[in-house]
């Protein structure tokens, strides 16, 4: 066999490994060798710069230097990237363009939004004493500094601490311009950081010059006017061109706290203000003692304004949604008609700060919102906080709370498109995904009893809610709150907990959609705009498209009778209207940072957040104590004429059949009308309303109320005449089902 091989040849194709694994010993040693030399020869080098006593001392601290450097500057990059996100050059542009004077539903003007930058007043022909003002009070090294004034800051700090209160600010001007074009007012360390960097920006990217005319024109001054121009003219009837001295010094007191010193609010602490501001000045160097004497013994004199409150929280969304829908549409100067029912706008802000002042501090509430809409998603009134001139942060359209319990509705309204109904039953029990577990607000994973859906939204149990996301997929829950407007929700585990932030805004309008029979009910806040030729360019009624059934009439009834079982009987019970039926539901996240309820009757959606700006748990408020609260104390005054739809799926209330069948006895007209209402007193019937009555008596009869219709009138005069017979009246009478 060996000979046969060899003859083949394939003794020459054999691999020789002994020889390969020499190979490789020998040149792994060399290499070895070569290496150990030239370390060798490396360290012979360098040892001739060792370093020793205070040379090696100070190479040392170098070397540290460096890296804590090297260390710092990523740290602030990292920083900075968010701040620089929030840059944008167009922002300071584009809001100058629209100049918007805003109208109710009446035509009767609430405000105005806009500043036209190009067309302002020049920064040369603003007085040097409104300047030197605005320097003096708000940054006197404003030209010193390259946007944040350290030795300012520190100063501030100092007297501050002196003082164990907040007396003096430590932001320059470049800093106030930063968060006033680009920023919220909300308070936090990331807000103050990105302060920072985009000073710095802002001082690469333009003059001093540019910087304090963009401040003097965007600065917040009360009243609903923005920067100095706008401020002159609504407390001084007269351009920035032409304010003296006390003017000046009254008008740059506004800067700290627009509402707090505006001098239409509050004359003697505006003018307390501006002495302070002429103190300013003298400190600064810019007057000398006696010549500031003359200001402060004619102080200035405000003229007198109608506008004594604005609702800037409402104009802050009608000025966002006008500039979408005349995004390139090439028009500037405009008057938008809107939907606000002032009355009830100041209804909103009294229910909200009343309750807050009486019990936030004992339950360490100190901030809140408010959103009220038509069911088709037309907003009368919107809270953003408690004082728009200290923070004019938005939290009704801007703040992402987490809505917590009040989420449910959505995850059972996917169940309810899915097959489901109200009295499905549903278990009580432990329900895992991954490895965790939800419990209910008592604390236990579940009593194992079988309840029904409609019990279990009302007590607002959690571990039922979760079982159901799991069972319908969380996927589709996501995908049925963005048709209903609401964005940034995620399928997580405690998603049916309602762990994603979202606005008040954006709740409201989803629960709109349930209050109209389940079509999407997107908030809005113009119903047209004009130019400045008188031009319609845009009508609500004209040019927006139908709103879609987003989810079946059937869900939406059978979620509206679930969420009268929270009111009537479960964790909303402060709730509760005695002239109709409220339905809604409440809602608390963890460690109770957010508190809510968000209900509805037949004419209006409103919703309500508690809680604090820096996410400081509360006093253990609930969505069904404070929060209900504000709900039933303003939905009491916001409902003066009962006579509006019942909520789809539910009976009307006994209440309003029977102001449905007294306008059906006046003709169908309008029960603040006085001579109607002599008329329905005086029983007097008109004719037309006869074939009303006859058309509709069954089914009032069947809601409760029983219409008897009336003869006609006997003509005066008629054989058998007399007072009684000729104003016969319907008798209407109520029971309760």
């Not at 070569?34 to 020869?41: E, G, I, L, P, Q």
């Not at 690469?204 to 963009?214: F, M, Q």
């Not at 304004?305 to 609702?311: E, G, I, V």
């Amino acid at each position: 066999m060996h000979d046969w091989l060899f003859k083949q040849g394939a003794r020459g194709r054999i691999v020789n490994w002994l020889g390969i694994d020499a190979w490789f010993d020998s040149k792994l040693a060399e290499s070895w060798e070569r290496t150990k030399d030239r370390y060798d020869a490396a360290s012979t080098f360098f040892y001739k710069f060792r370093l020793t006593g205070w040379r090696r001392l100070l190479n040392e601290l170098v070397s540290d230097a460096l890296t804590l450097g090297v260390g710092g500057l990523m740290i602030m990059y990292a920083l900075a990237v968010p701040a620089f996100q929030e840059a944008d050059e167009s922002k300071w542009q584009q809001l100058g363009q629209l100049s918007v004077t805003f109208l109710d539903a009446a035509g009767n003007e609430i405000g105005k939004r806009g500043i036209n930058i190009n067309d302002a007043v020049p920064l040369e022909e603003i007085p040097r004493h409104m300047i030197q003002a605005t320097l003096a009070t708000e940054d006197r090294r404003f030209f010193d500094h390259h946007g944040v004034d350290f030795l300012g800051t520190l100063r501030a700090l100092v007297e501050n601490l002196r003082a164990n209160d907040v007396v003096q600010g430590g932001s320059g001007l470049t800093q106030q311009l930063a968060k006033n074009l680009f920023l919220s007012s909300e308070r936090s360390i990331q807000r103050k950081l990105k302060e920072v960097f985009l000073s710095f920006w802002l001082e690469s990217r333009l003059t001093k010059k540019e910087i304090l005319k963009l401040y003097l024109d965007r600065a917040y001054m009360g009243g609903g006017a923005f920067g100095v121009e706008a401020a002159s003219q609504f407390y001084f009837g007269k351009s920035v061109r032409d304010i003296s001295l006390a003017e000046a010094a009254m008008l740059a007191g506004l800067y700290k706290a627009p509402t707090k010193y505006a001098p239409h609010i509050n004359l003697p602490a505006a003018r307390a203000r501006a002495n302070e501001v002429l103190s300013n000045l003298v400190e600064a160097g810019f007057y000398t003692p006696g010549q500031v004497y003359s200001a402060r013994l004619n102080p200035a004199r405000p003229i007198e304004t109608r506008r004594t409150q604005s609702p800037d929280w409402f104009l802050d969304f009608a000025y966002e949604e006008v500039q979408k829908l005349m995004a390139g549409k090439g028009q500037y100067v405009l008057t938008a008609r809107t939907t606000i029912d002032s009355s009830l706008q100041k209804a909103a802000e009294e229910a909200l700060t009343t309750k807050i002042r009486e019990k936030g501090r004992y339950l360490n509430v100190t901030s809140g919102a408010l959103v009220s809409m038509e069911t088709d998603g037309a907003t009368k009134a919107i809270v953003g906080g408690l004082d728009y001139g200290e923070s004019q942060f938005n939290r009704a359209i801007t703040a992402r709370r987490q809505p917590g319990s009040s989420f449910k509705t959505y995850v059972y309204a996917m169940a309810l498109e899915k097959g489901y109904t109200s009295s499905s039953r549903l278990r009580d029990a432990p329900v895992y995904c991954g490895n965790w577990s939800p419990q209910n607000y008592n604390g236990g994973s579940g009593s194992g009893r079988t309840v029904t859906m409609a019990d279990a939204i009302r007590v607002s149990l959690n571990t039922t809610a979760v079982a159901v996301s799991l069972a319908v997929d969380r996927r589709a829950v996501v995908e049925l709150t963005k048709k209903l407007g609401i964005n940034g929700v995620r399928p997580t585990c405690s998603m049916a907990l309602g762990d994603t932030g979202i606005t008040v805004l954006e709740h409201t309008g989803g629960y709109a959609t349930f209050a109209n029979g389940g079509k999407l009910a997107k908030p809005y806040a113009v119903l047209d705009i004009t130019n400045s030729r008188g031009e319609v360019v845009y009508s609500r009624e004209r040019d927006a498209p139908e709103p879609e059934q987003v989810v079946k009439r059937s869900t939406a009834e059978q979620i509206n009778q679930m969420l009268q079982g929270v009111v009537e009987g479960g964790t909303g019970g402060r709730a509760r209207l005695d002239f109709t039926h409220a339905v809604g539901k409440t809602g608390t996240s963890s460690s109770y940072r957010d508190a809510w309820f968000v209900g509805f009757t037949g004419k209006l959606v409103t919703g309500v957040w508690l809680g604090n700006d820096d996410y400081r748990p509360t006093n253990r408020v609930t969505g069904g104590s404070l929060p209900a609260e504000v709900w039933q104390t303003f939905m009491s005054v916001a409902h003066p004429v009962q006579a509006f739809p019942p909520i789809p799926g539910l009976e009307p209330h006994p209440h309003q059949v029977a102001e449905r069948a007294r306008l059906l006895a006046l003709g169908q007209g309008d029960p603040t009308d006085p001579q109607q209402r002599r008329q329905a007193n005086s029983g007097q019937v008109p004719p037309t309303t006869r074939a009303a009555l006859a058309g509709l008596a069954e089914v009032l009869k069947a809601a409760g109320a029983e219409v008897v219709i009336p003869k006609p009138a006997t003509p005066a005069g008629a054989p058998g005449a007399g007072r009684r017979a000729e104003a016969p009246r319907p008798r209407i009478q109520t029971r309760t089902p």
